[in-house]
Structures are given as C-alpha cells and as structure tokens.
Antibody, heavy 123, light 110 residues
Framework: QVQLQESGPRLVKPSETLSLTCTVS????????WSWVRQPPGKGLEWLGY???????NYSPSLRSRVTISEDTSKNQFSLKLNSVTAADTAVYYC?????????????????WGQGALVTVSS | QSALTQPASVSGSPGQSITISCTGT?????????VSWYQQHPGKAPKVLIY???KRPSGISYRFSGSKSGNTASLTISGLQAEDEADYYC??????????FGGGTSLTVL
C-alpha cells in the first residue's frame, strides 16, 4: 500500500516561495511518476507538474515560470517550490502518484494521493 | 490549456441514475483514451473511479461507469446511494506530458 504525506510551512508571505515535501512509503519515487495537484478553497483541482525517472520534470504551462519539482531519492521524497506567491496561490496542495496503464504503457491517472496540505498566502 | 467543462451541479433520487458530462477539445479528451474520473468528499483527497475512459480500478463499484464520444466524456452513476453525494472531477491527458482537470460537479442525492 502506497502512502504519501505532505509536509512544510502552512503560512507563506506574499512574494515569497512556497515549499512542500511529499514523503512516500510503500513505493519508490525512482520508478514511478509523481505529481502535485492543488485545490483553492471551494474550487476545482489544478495539475501543477510531475517528476519521474531520476529527475525528469514537466509543469503546467500556466505555472511553468514559477514552479519547480525536485526529488531526494535517499529519503524517498519529492518536493514542490512555487515562487513569487500571491493570495491566489492559497490552496490545498496534494501530492499524488501517476499510474502507468494501457498499451502502449502511458502515465494515465492519479491512483494514490496524500491527505493534502492547506497553504495560506498572507502577510 | 483550459479546464475541461463540467456542469456545476447535478442531482438525483436514491436508486436513480445520473450522468455527468466532461467536454474538452481535440487536443485533450478527443485525442487520447486517457480520461479519468475522481470522487471527492468534503475535506478528503480525491479517489479515482474510472481511468482510460472506461476502466474501473479494483474495488470500485460497478455502479460507476465511463464512456466517451468525440470530445465529451461521461460518468454514469447507477442506483444512486446517499454516500454518492460528493464532488466529481474529470481529468484528461492533454499532450506534451501535461494533464487538465474539469471544473468539478457537485452531486446532490435528494
């Protein structure tokens, strides 16, 4: 059973950098795709980006200039950094695994999710 | 890359069937067999119900089914139960190693 747990500061000041870490147990971050998804209060889900295979990343076009996802394989963790935050970045941030399925195999859907971390941007 | 379009809300009585639509474009829903559906109860993480347009993960009730025609995917819930009251989101692969979610649909069981 794969488990994910988000950790990091829950209050960030405007213009600063939001940083979260996802700790994975029951699975290896070296062998799967791992993503970040966020959800502003009362709103829908937004995919932010993913990392896989020792550091290959891709990001949402709308956030590409501000987001970075990295990994620490020794700790089986991956992290999110979002810089120059504003109040619009206030959201619950989820980490999730992207499962590969189909033929040919392709990253398909988000099967395991963390419980989510509410990060508030406020001075 | 715009969010997929879902109705804001749907409702049904216990035992009835409802269908939630998810409309995208030829660059996402219409181009790949990679639409997934998620159920989210308040304060909880999303849970996958359908993947690859029509497949159900192990442990998901047969009452949940997915279909797709052109640029529109659909989730049907049959035999509505009180515990089905939740928010539902579609998601599609959108090319260039990106994904896009729908705006979400709130289901009320009357």
């Amino acid at each position: 059973q794969v488990q994910l747990q988000e950790s990091g500061p829950r209050l960030v000041k405007p213009s600063e950098t939001l940083s979260l870490t996802c700790t994975v147990s029951g699975g290896s971050i070296s062998s799967d795709y791992w993503s970040w998804v966020r959800q502003p209060p009362g709103k829908g889900l937004e995919w932010l980006g993913y990392i896989y295979s020792s550091g290959i990343t891709n990001y949402s076009p709308s956030l590409r200039s501000r987001v970075t996802i990295s990994e620490d394989t020794s700790k089986n963790q991956f992290s999110l950094k979002l810089n120059s935050v504003t109040a619009a970045d206030t959201a619950v941030y989820y980490c999730a695994r992207v499962l590969i399925s189909g033929s040919p195999p392709w990253p398909s859907y988000f099967d395991y999710w963390g419980q989510g971390a509410l990060v508030t941007v406020s001075s | 890359q715009s969010a997929l379009t879902q109705p804001a809300s749907v409702s049904g009585s216990p035992g009835q069937s409802i269908t939630i639509s998810c409309t995208g474009t030829t660059t996402d829903v219409g181009s790949y067999n990679l639409v997934s559906w998620y159920q989210q109860h308040p304060g909880k993480a999303p849970k996958v119900l359908i993947y690859d347009d029509t497949k159900r993960p192990s442990g998901i009730s047969y009452r949940f089914s997915g279909s797709k025609s052109g640029n529109t995917a659909s989730l049907t819930i049959s035999g509505l139960q009180a515990e089905d009251e939740a928010d539902y989101y579609c998601c599609s692969y959108a090319g260039s190693a990106t994904w896009v979610f729908g705006g979400g649909t709130s289901l009320t069981v009357l």
